[in-house]
């Protein structure tokens, strides 16, 4: 069966500092993978999918960018967080040409200090 | 522009009558919509869909009714129980977007014992 890891589960972040959440998908191959991110009052938000290993669009423009250097494997980063950042982040995956939904992970509630 | 829109905030409901979600949505290119469920510190979970080449879908006590000429859709929770509550997310997509889904903001659902 497929299962989605993410982590860390909550970070800590002093303004200014690197970021890098990950999120891996077990069970599956060549998946669609989403970094969301939901603060406060603005429901879910989409900040960057992936059709494939090195192909990222970017929904919003911001001080985030994504990667994706394995087929399973996303990564969010920040080279410089701002207090703005702050949220929750979820990482998602579904199979490809699909209509199927999506399955979330856990999340990352980060908070920007 | 908001595609997806949920505007209702919130929705208190007593446990046993019926909860009733709306979800609204503008464009009509959306063929598929998906309720997700969402507690608190976790990822959404996937909990009803429908197409659009139907107009009621129904999954024990949830059921989703779709008014394509309104593009309108709403779920129904029919008992409500006190372990409904949480954050309902709608989302739409359409073939053309590569599957990605549109969420709306959430409405949070409070079912009182």
């Known amino acids: 069966s497929q299962t989605i890891h993410q982590w860390p589960a909550t970070l800590v972040q002093p303004v200014g500092s690197p970021l890098s959440l990950e999120c891996t998908v077990e069970?599956?191959?060549?998946?669609?993978l989403y970094w969301y991110r939901q603060a406060a009052g603005r429901g879910l938000q989409l900040l960057f999918y992936?059709?494939?290993?090195?192909?990222i669009s970017s929904e919003v423009p911001q001080n985030l960018s994504a990667s994706r250097p394995q087929d399973r494997q996303f990564i969010l980063s920040s080279k410089k967080l701002l207090l703005s950042d702050s949220g929750f982040y979820l990482c998602?995956?579904?199979?490809?040409?699909?209509?199927?939904?999506?399955?979330f992970g856990s999340g990352t509630r980060l908070t920007v200090v | 522009d908001q595609q997806v829109k949920q505007n209702s905030p919130s929705l208190s409901v007593q446990e046993g009558r019926i909860s009733i979600l709306n979800c609204d949505y503008t464009?009509?290119?959306?063929?598929?919509f998906l309720w997700y469920k969402k507690y608190p510190a976790e990822g959404p979970t996937f909990l009803i869909s429908?197409?659009?080449?139907?107009d009621k879908n129904e999954d024990g006590r949830f059921t989703v009714f779709l008014n394509k000429s309104a593009k309108h859709l709403s779920l129904h929770i029919v008992p409500s129980q006190p372990g409904d509550s949480a954050v309902y997310f709608c989302?739409?997509?359409?073939?053309?977007?590569?599957?990605?889904?549109?969420f709306g903001k959430g409405t949070k659902l409070s079912v009182k014992p």
């Open positions: 998602a995956w579904k199979p490809p040409l699909t209509n199927y939904g999506y399955t």
């Open positions: 069970g599956t191959s060549n998946p669609n």
């Open positions: 992936s059709v494939g290993i090195g192909q």
């Open positions: 464009n009509s290119m959306f063929d598929y």
């Open positions: 429908i197409s659009s080449i139907k």
């Open positions: 989302a739409a997509t359409s073939w053309g977007s590569q599957g990605n889904l549109i």
